[in-house]
């Protein structure tokens, strides 16, 4: 049997049972519209603006930044475990071994500063809270 066949086999039993699945729950579930159902949910806080844009950009900078530096945990951390058999070989010295981690930490570290400049990790106060606190 040809590998592709597998593969395109496998392609579309990985479509038909999630849109399978979604097409029985449409079915099945009962239609009770609320008004509680369709109004936006802000995380805490007051919905503000407009109709089109009712979400605060800030959480989905803060998790964009997250997932960056959550990523560089999981490349960081294989790394320190062959560390040291690496610089203990014959023919790989501390240098080659450490320079390649410092320049990814580095290139890191620029964009962490460049985010920090942007002011994409400052946290933004709500608008309505401020005139709160003046009073």
Known sequence: MNP???I???ALVGLLIP?????VSSL???S???KGKTTVYESGEIPTGGTRIRFNIQYYMVALLFVVFDIETVLIFPW???YR???SMEGVGLTTALLP???FIGVLVVGLGWAWRNGAVRWVSNPTQRSVDRQ
């Open 4 to 6: 592709w066949i597998a």
């Open 19 to 23: 849109l399978g699945m979604m097409a």
């Open 8 to 10: 395109g086999a496998l």
């Open 101 to 103: 981690m410092l320049l």
């Open 32 to 34: 009770v519209p609320e």
């Open 80 to 82: 320190t475990v062959i």
């Open 28 to 30: 099945l579930r009962p």
């Open 85 to 87: 058999r690496a610089v």
